[in-house]
């Protein structure tokens, strides 16, 4: 059976018995294709040609290219990936799963092995009818809300207080771990101390001095409460960042299945060692599992054959699913914003994370990267003349020496005294110089293309300004060496760029006046376009839900500001699961109307079909796009969502959602937005 290209003429089941939510067809094919896998542990690669991960895999081994494209190949596995597309449905799927078929087959295991034989050990160790679902923090209360429209009993353990239900709880002044031989917990108790009776008088003052006594609150594991949980729960869920209290309650049960929903971006901790009977990563990205923080529990598995991988995916076709669910088709729209005149200077010369940062806001923490160091004048100052500072203090300090001594030869000391009067005026004076130099950056020009100068940088070789694009140019073609001293640049830190602040205010009064005139998109930054766009929807639309995403949570702060003057409310998603199932609620009812979102750590796994406006505040990785889209763009929703890339000149400008996305160039042509949705506004009637 073919478990990829999954279609409507593959098989499928009935809907399953105790889950309230009727399942759509593509759900049912692929709860049929996961139940055959786990059936036959068999995945089939009949004739695969050359160009195949599987020839890029075992080629060294190969003597005979013909024999390898004419056999068929069996690859017997306890482990697969859920990898529908994003807003697909694959958390129905899954309890789907675990209802029409609660406990897969226990498979032999592999020791060792060569061409000519194979070592396997069949278990007789019994497996617990349960299985464990491990979800990033943030999906718990999602997956607790899917659970309960079934039947299935489960415990879910999202907070510390959760695992109470496994122990005996009392209270002692004696800390004894493993008590009886039991793993204990000891906490300090809030509510209960103790003071002995007897007290003792302090010489000298008429008040006691009491002896106070620590209560412990101890929690002893109970291991008659463990089993009897596990017999009448089918299913765990398990907030990943509880893994270590879990593994110390479970250490080493053997699961039904183990499932890791958004296996992409959870946090995996070094310490996880959960198999079960089968196993199941969840992420519409799987490729990428290989590259992040679960990559040691991969490795586990697949070992240094992580080509074979898209071997292991179970996945309908993308046609099949949109047909199956109806998902309406998005509204694109691009908008090309100012790349800011800075990084215009420097784009060329700085790596891809870097511009990534550049492109999100985060200008200052970018240029910190390249290992220049940004500041204002003031204290650039204090960084360059550090050294001849505690030169001009050490010379002070041994004049003050050299006078109060009584000398043997005068003639020797009085020159002494007189050296060391020079130095100390030539150390002021390099303080005046430099001192000058900076602040007279506005009136001078940079001696290398005679123009004002465009973000000044000082050497500390001459200390000497040049424009930053004079300077890495001027370093770039002569060896680093310094256009004026030709002393050698060794490190980007024995350069400083200047962040004057007068310069500053007077961008601040640019910006405020570019808000009052007509110009295009292109010539503001992406701070300014978003304003004009949050203003614009908050005036034609009565109850707008948007979803701001960005790589970096700095982005935020900057734009907080722009969100403020167009009177929306707004909140950042992060915190516990509660308080985030709590800001979704809001926004979801309409009482917040922006939700501001990292894309690394919220990008993936929530339902938020209510928003109507998905902004994109720079380009991201397509696999992550696609996350980030699904948020929005996934199965339940009714109409149209509208996404908006914000866009500028260093940016690719390819959209694989659409092949004709609207251009919006100007706040005029922002009606395009609401014309074209304003009959698909969540809540109102057509």
Same mark, same amino acid.
């Given at each position: 059976?073919?478990?990829?290209?999954?279609? @409507?003429?593959?098989?499928?089941?009935?809907?399953?018995?105790?889950?309230?939510?009727?399942?759509?067809?593509?759900?049912?094919?692929?709860?049929?294709?996961?139940?055959?896998?786990?059936?036959?542990?068999? #995945?089939?690669?009949?004739?695969?040609?050359?160009?195949?991960?599987?020839?890029?895999?075992?080629? +060294?081994?190969?003597?005979?290219?013909?024999?390898?494209?004419?056999?068929?190949?069996?690859? @017997?596995?306890?482990?697969?990936?859920?990898?529908?597309?994003?807003?697909?449905?694959?958390? =129905?799927?899954?309890?789907?799963?675990?209802?029409?078929?609660?406990?897969?087959?226990?498979?032999?295991?592999?020791?060792?092995?060569?061409?000519?034989?194979?070592?396997?050990?069949?278990?007789?160790?019994?497996? @617990?009818?349960?299985?464990?679902? %491990?979800?990033?923090?943030?999906?718990?209360?999602?997956?607790?809300?899917?659970? &309960?429209?079934?039947?299935?009993?489960?415990?879910?353990?999202?907070?510390?207080?959760?695992?109470?239900?496994?122990?005996?709880?009392?209270?002692?002044?004696?800390?004894?771990?493993?008590?009886?031989?039991?793993?204990?917990?000891?906490?300090?108790?809030?509510?209960?101390? #103790?003071?002995?009776?007897?007290?003792?008088?302090?010489?000298?003052?008429?008040?006691?001095?009491?002896?106070?006594? @620590?209560?412990?609150?101890?929690?002893?594991?109970?291991?008659?409460?463990?089993?009897?949980?596990?017999?009448?729960?089918?299913?765990? =869920?398990?907030?990943?960042?509880?893994?270590?209290?879990?593994?110390?309650?479970?250490?080493?049960?053997?699961?039904? /299945?183990?499932?890791?929903?958004?296996?992409?971006?959870?946090?995996?901790?070094?310490?996880?060692?959960?198999?079960?009977?089968?196993?199941?990563?969840?992420?519409?990205?799987?490729?990428?599992?290989?590259?992040?923080?679960?990559?040691?529990?991969?490795?586990?598995?697949?070992?240094?054959?992580?080509?074979?991988?898209?071997?292991?995916?179970?996945?309908?076709?993308?046609? +099949? %699913?949109?047909?199956?669910?109806?998902?309406?088709?998005?509204?694109? +729209?691009?908008?090309?914003?100012?790349?800011?005149?800075?990084?215009?200077?420097?784009?060329?010369?700085?790596?891809?994370?870097?511009?990534?940062?550049?492109?999100?806001?985060?200008?200052?923490?970018?240029?910190?990267?390249?290992?220049?160091?940004?500041?204002?004048?003031?204290?650039? %100052?204090?960084? =360059?003349?550090?050294?001849?500072?505690?030169?001009?203090?050490?010379?002070?300090?041994? *004049?003050? +020496?050299?006078?109060?001594?009584?000398?043997?030869?005068?003639?020797?000391?009085?020159?002494?005294?007189?050296?060391?009067?020079? &130095?100390?005026?030539?150390?002021?004076?390099?303080?005046?110089?430099?001192?000058?130099?900076?602040?007279?950056?506005?009136?001078?020009?940079?001696?290398?293309?005679?123009?004002?100068?465009?973000?000044?940088?000082?050497?500390?070789?001459?200390?000497?300004?040049?424009?930053?694009?004079?300077?890495?140019?001027?370093?770039?073609?002569?060896?680093?060496?310094?256009?004026?001293?030709?002393?050698?640049?060794?490190?980007?830190?024995?350069?400083?760029?200047?962040?004057?602040?007068?310069? *500053?205010?007077?961008?601040?009064?640019?910006?405020?006046?570019?808000?009052?005139?007509?110009?295009?998109?292109?010539?503001?930054?992406?701070?300014?376009?978003?304003?004009?766009?949050?203003?614009?929807?908050?005036?034609?639309?009565?109850?707008?839900?948007?979803?701001?995403?960005?790589?970096?949570?700095?982005?935020?702060?900057?734009?907080?500001?722009?969100?403020?003057?167009?009177?929306?409310?707004?909140?950042?998603?992060?915190?516990?699961?509660?308080?985030?199932?709590?800001?979704?609620?809001?926004?979801?009812?309409?009482?917040?109307?922006? *939700? *501001?979102?990292?894309?690394?750590?919220?990008?993936?796994?929530?339902?938020?079909?209510?928003?109507?406006?998905?902004?994109?505040?720079?380009?991201?990785?397509?696999?992550?796009?696609?996350?980030?889209?699904?948020?929005?763009? /996934?199965?339940?929703?009714?109409?149209?969502?509208?996404?908006?890339?914000?866009?500028?000149?260093?940016?690719?400008?390819?959209?694989?959602?659409?092949?004709?996305?609207?251009?919006?160039?100007?706040?005029?042509?922002?009606?395009?937005?609401?014309?074209?949705?304003?009959?698909?506004?969540?809540?109102?009637?057509?």
């Amino acid at each position: 059976m073919n478990f990829f290209n999954l279609n @409507e003429n593959s098989p499928t089941i009935k809907q399953p018995q105790g889950l309230e939510v009727k399942l759509r067809a593509h759900q049912l094919t692929s709860i049929a294709a996961m139940r055959e896998l786990e059936k036959q542990s068999n #995945i089939i690669i009949d004739r695969p040609t050359t160009n195949s991960d599987l020839y890029r895999t075992i080629y +060294y081994r190969l003597n005979d290219i013909e024999e390898f494209v004419n056999s068929t190949y069996i690859i @017997e596995t306890n482990v697969a990936i859920l990898a529908d597309k994003v807003g697909s449905g694959k958390t =129905l799927m899954i309890i789907g799963l675990i209802l029409s078929k609660s406990i897969p087959s226990i498979h032999d295991r592999l020791m060792v092995g060569t061409d000519y034989f194979s070592l396997k050990m069949i278990s007789v160790k019994e497996s @617990e009818n349960v299985n464990l679902i %491990v979800v990033p923090h943030n999906l718990v209360n999602q997956w607790k809300d899917f659970i &309960n429209k079934s039947n299935l009993p489960y415990i879910s353990f999202n907070q510390m207080s959760d695992f109470d239900i496994f122990f005996d709880i009392d209270y002692t002044n004696e800390i004894i771990y493993y008590y009886d031989n039991v793993f204990t917990i000891y906490n300090k108790s809030k509510k209960k101390t #103790i003071s002995n009776k007897k007290a003792k008088k302090v010489s000298g003052s008429k008040v006691s001095k009491k002896k106070i006594t @620590e209560i412990y609150e101890r929690k002893r594991l109970n291991i008659k409460k463990v089993n009897k949980l596990l017999r009448k729960n089918s299913v765990i =869920l398990l907030n990943v960042n509880r893994y270590s209290l879990f593994k110390q309650i479970f250490p080493t049960r053997k699961w039904a /299945r183990v499932i890791i929903d958004e296996m992409d971006t959870i946090p995996i901790p070094i310490a996880f060692d959960e198999f079960g009977n089968f196993n199941w990563f969840i992420t519409a990205t799987p490729t990428s599992i290989l590259n992040k923080s679960c990559k040691r529990y991969v490795n586990k598995i697949f070992g240094t054959y992580g080509k074979l991988l898209n071997y292991f995916v179970v996945k309908n076709e993308d046609q +099949y %699913v949109d047909q199956s669910i109806v998902l309406p088709k998005p509204n694109i +729209y691009i908008i090309i914003t100012l790349l800011q005149k800075t990084i215009s200077v420097i784009k060329d010369m700085i790596p891809y994370d870097i511009l990534q940062l550049i492109n999100a806001g985060n200008v200052k923490e970018a240029i910190v990267k390249l290992n220049c160091n940004v500041d204002t004048s003031d204290n650039i %100052v204090n960084v =360059l003349t550090d050294k001849i500072r505690i030169e001009l203090h050490n010379l002070k300090k041994e *004049l003050e +020496y050299v006078n109060g001594i009584i000398p043997i030869d005068f003639n020797t000391h009085e020159k002494k005294i007189e050296t060391l009067k020079n &130095n100390i005026d030539r150390c002021k004076t390099k303080l005046k110089t430099i001192k000058n130099r900076i602040d007279s950056i506005k009136d001078e020009c940079c001696i290398i293309c005679a123009d004002i100068y465009d973000t000044p940088t000082i050497v500390d070789c001459c200390k000497h300004v040049f424009c930053l694009k004079c300077l890495l140019s001027a370093l770039k073609i002569s060896d680093n060496k310094c256009p004026y001293c030709r002393y050698i640049l060794k490190s980007n830190k024995e350069y400083h760029i200047i962040d004057n602040k007068n310069k *500053l205010n007077d961008k601040k009064v640019i910006k405020k006046s570019i808000k009052n005139t007509d110009k295009k998109f292109c010539d503001l930054d992406k701070a300014d376009v978003l304003e004009h766009i949050l203003r614009y929807i908050s005036k034609n639309d009565k109850s707008p839900r948007i979803l701001i995403f960005s790589d970096y949570s700095q982005t935020f702060e900057k734009i907080i500001a722009n969100i403020l003057r167009v009177k929306l409310e707004y909140k950042n998603i992060s915190g516990t699961p509660s308080h985030i199932t709590n800001i979704i609620d809001d926004f979801n009812n309409g009482n917040i109307n922006v *939700l *501001l979102m990292n894309s690394q750590h919220y990008g993936s796994g929530l339902n938020l079909q209510a928003a109507n406006y998905l902004i994109l505040y720079h380009r991201m990785t397509s696999e992550l796009e696609t996350q980030v889209i699904g948020r929005a763009h /996934r199965f339940g929703r009714k109409y149209p969502v509208n996404i908006i890339y914000l866009v500028n000149s260093s940016e690719n400008h390819d959209i694989n959602l659409s092949d004709n996305p609207y251009m919006i160039n100007s706040e005029d042509e922002l009606c395009k937005m609401i014309k074209i949705s304003e009959n698909n506004i969540i809540g109102k009637k057509k």
